[in-house]
Nanobody
Framework: QVQLVESGGGLVQAGGSLRLSCAAS????????MGWFRQAPGKEREFVAV???????LYADSVRGRFTISRDNAKNTVYLQMNSLRPEDTAVYYC???????????????WGRGTQVTVSS
């Protein structure tokens, strides 16, 4: 029902900024909660941020104050603005959609293929 495509990843120096985009398509995708997750080498995929259609947001403690999630339903796009990037932010970043709001990987039924973010020191 929903297809997601991430973009905007790349290489950035520590302290820099990057904005990720996730373009969504589907019959009712605007009714889904949209989340960002990331997975670093050797680690489990972890929650980063989520936004409901009404604008309510949640952030992981590790990114709160540095990352901002936003959503533009008219453009069928969700964004993740990442500031003050650190080497530990290096990971593949995925956007995901869920019919319910959650920080758990397991409840998200739709995933993009990911975009690589590399932060150098």
């Amino acid at each position: 029902q929903v297809q997601l495509v991430e973009s905007g990843g790349g290489l950035v120096q520590a302290g820099g900024s990057l904005r990720l985009s996730c373009a969504a398509s589907g019959r009712t995708f605007s009714n889904y909660a949209m989340g960002w997750f990331r997975q670093a080498p050797g680690k489990e995929r972890e929650f980063v941020a989520v936004m409901r259609w009404n604008g309510n947001t949640l952030y992981a403690d590790s990114v709160r104050g540095r990352f901002t999630i936003s959503r533009d339903n008219a453009k069928n796009t969700v964004y993740l603005q990442m500031n003050s990037l650190r080497p530990e932010d290096t990971a593949v970043y995925y956007c995901a959609a869920s019919s319910t709001v959650s920080t758990s990987v397991h409840v998200y039924g739709y995933w993009g293929r990911g975009t690589q973010v590399t932060v150098s020191s």
